[in-house]
């Protein structure tokens, strides 16, 4: 079946510019996750969403970074003003779990983000 | 001291060989732990959970160790296509953001 599908898979953009990213989770998957990982790094929680539930936040690094889930499906996460250190992959996953975090992650393909 | 710590190796071995790695983390009352691998350049994905009792899943088995707070991963008769970074992932209950990512340990099986 489909697995994460996020878009667009490589971004470059200008300093200072707006970008957003995308995540279309699996169906049917009520938690979305959002992660970035810089290069050589491990993965850096931002964002964590659950099925109706305020969205846990706590992993944003800064109120220029924002995201949202519409209709329990898609997300999008949004940067702006975009500064050089915010580049990074950025990854979805989405998982099965209610709040039981026994189940795996799937993740997508990931956003490379580049800002110049 | 981080919460999940890794050998970043890397560890470089021959086919055929035996490789383990360990992850140790800090806080006691974490509940779930996982090993998933990452390619170079391509997302995670989960290699297998690790179960209380240790598991096995063909070449590949994991244990916990939960009085000394770590979990490893052993990998039997090394292929080439083992070659990935691990990852181990270890959850606490209560917040997404207990959900914590090891930085990886790299191996590379060599011909």
């Known amino acids: 079946g489909a697995g994460v599908s996020q878009s667009p898979s490589n971004k470059v953009t200008e300093k200072g510019k707006d970008v957003e990213l995308r995540c279309d989770p699996i169906?049917?998957?009520?938690?979305l996750y959002w992660y970035r990982q810089s290069l050589g790094q491990g993965l850096e929680f931002l964002i964590y969403f659950q099925g109706n539930s305020a969205p846990d936040k706590s992993g944003l690094p800064s109120d220029r970074f924002s995201a949202e889930r519409t209709g329990g499906s898609v997300s999008t996460l949004t940067i702006q003003r975009t500064q050089q250190e915010d580049s990074a992959v950025y990854l979805c996953?989405?998982?099965?779990?209610?709040?039981?975090?026994?189940?795996?992650?799937?993740f997508g393909n990931g956003t490379r983000l580049t800002v110049t | 001291r981080k919460e999940v710590e890794q050998d970043p190796g890397p560890f470089n071995v021959p086919e055929g060989a035996t490789v383990a790695f360990n992850c140790t983390y800090s806080n006691s009352a974490s509940q779930s732990f996982f090993w998933y691998r990452q390619d170079c350049r391509k997302e995670p994905k989960l290699l297998m959970s690790v179960y209380s009792s240790g598991n096995e899943d063909g070449r590949f088995t994991a244990q916990l160790n939960r009085a000394s707070q770590y979990i490893s991963l052993l990998i039997r008769d090394s292929k080439l296509s083992d070659s990935a970074t691990y990852l181990c992932?270890?959850?606490?209950?209560?917040?997404?953001?207990?959900?914590?990512f090891g930085s990886g340990t790299q191996l590379t099986v060599l011909p």
């Open positions: 992932v270890v959850i606490l209950s209560g917040s997404a953001r207990q959900l914590t």
């Open positions: 996953a989405s998982s099965s779990a209610g709040t039981d975090y026994n189940s795996p992650l799937h």
């Open positions: 169906s049917g998957h009520t938690a």
